[in-house]
């Protein structure tokens, strides 16, 4: 019977970024840690796989020579990418072992050796573009699962759902101009936070115009408007979409106690986004669904969040209760605002109406 898999190595803390770096391998530990607690892994039934190390030259399926050279120039002796983004003697191994463990859950979602599966990896990689590491990341897990599916196993479309608190500015880029590849997130807004972009009105270009889709709120949403937000948004694009296969870049840097974001989600509603997302899955590509784990940084609610969409991905209910959290009435009608005017900018391309 087909299952949820989880992807994971404790080779993954060699990349060792320092005590006090934000994404650190302490990050996975805790989140392992509350899976075996809470039992889920017996009773979900969750399979365990390990990572296979990636040949390097498929790093080129997205990134430059230039790139990959750098990274594992700095990985030498252990040295930084950019002011915050850091590598260590292991770090150019760990992340090809990251890559190389995605590509494999993609391979058994494929076959149905796997229904869905959840990549506890890290370096993260969302922010890196074609020639840079950048925020913490090296390569770029998603986009190059995505052209992976798409390169190797004959897939023609492939949507990539980003719900970490900071906008994927690397995977827009990368696919820009592509149709192959529907980039939908869902972040705070650029304006207020890291890396800056992710503007609802940057929609693509050429090929690839209206397949690139932005929801950026503004600090201080919750649960509530988060989810009714997302469900205006997403399925009606997914449904005309038709995806063969769901991307997933996971952060849990919206809850509302991260050190780096101002949203405000709780663990119950980061299972309502799991939830969501697996059942447009279900209903548009039998289920076939990979997430790959970004940032998130709040040791003691990463594990939760996190134990909470693996649950959801294996149809169980959440192991972690954590009352839903509710949006000020001023920051909704804002939201109220701005869906209107996405809806407005998406609406040559989507089945959106303003009602
Ligand atoms: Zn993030």
Redesign the pocket.
């Known amino acids: 019977m087909p299952s949820t898999g989880i992807i994971y190595s404790r080779a993954f803390l060699k990349h060792d970024t320092g005590k006090d770096h934000p994404e650190r391998g302490a990050r996975l530990i805790a989140i392992v840690k509350a899976l075996k607690e809470s039992s889920l892994i017996e009773r979900a039934e969750l399979k365990l796989v390990k990572p296979i190390r990636l040949d390097p030259e498929k790093l080129l399926y997205v990134h430059s020579p230039a790139l990959i050279e750098k990274v594992e120039k700095a990985s030498v002796k252990g040295g930084y990418l950019d002011s915050d983004t850091v590598t260590s003697p292991d770090s150019f191994n760990v992340a090809l072992l990251a890559v190389g463990g995605v590509f494999r859950a993609g391979d058994l979602v494929m076959d149905g050796k796997l229904t869905n599966a959840f990549c506890l990896i890290r370096p993260?990689g969302?922010?890196a573009t074609r020639d840079e590491a950048m925020?913490?990341c090296l390569f770029n897990n998603a986009a190059l699962l995505a052209a992976h599916l798409l390169k190797d196993k004959g897939l023609r479309r492939v949507l990539i759902v980003d719900w970490?608190?900071?906008h994927g500015n690397g995977t827009q880029d990368l696919f820009y101009q592509s149709r192959e590849v529907l980039y939908f997130s869902v972040?705070q807004d650029g304006r207020t936070i890291?890396p800056g972009t992710g503007s609802f009105d940057e929609v693509g270009e050429g090929e690839g115009e209206g397949f690139n889709i932005n929801l950026p709120l503004p600090p201080g949403v919750g649960d509530d408007v988060y989810l009714y937000a997302l469900s205006e948004i997403l399925p009606p694009i997914v449904e005309a979409y038709a995806p063969e296969f769901i991307v997933a870049s996971v952060?849990f840097?919206?809850h509302r106690q991260d050190q780096?974001?101002a949203l405000k989600l709780s663990a119950q509603g980061y299972y309502e986004i799991a939830k969501l997302v697996v059942e447009l899955a279900h209903r548009h590509c039998s289920g076939r669904l990979v997430a790959v784990l970004?940032?998130?940084?709040n040791l003691k609610y990463i594990p939760k969040c996190a134990a909470n969409t693996i649950a959801a991905f294996a149809g169980h209910p959440p192991p972690f209760r954590e009352a839903a959290t509710h949006t000020q009435p001023s920051v909704k009608s804002y939201v109220d605002g701005l869906l209107r005017r996405i809806k407005t900018v998406l609406s040559p391309y989507w089945p959106l109406k303003n009602d």
């Open positions: 993260p969302h922010h925020g913490f970490d608190v900071h972040h890291y952060g840097d919206a780096l974001g970004e940032g998130g940084y």
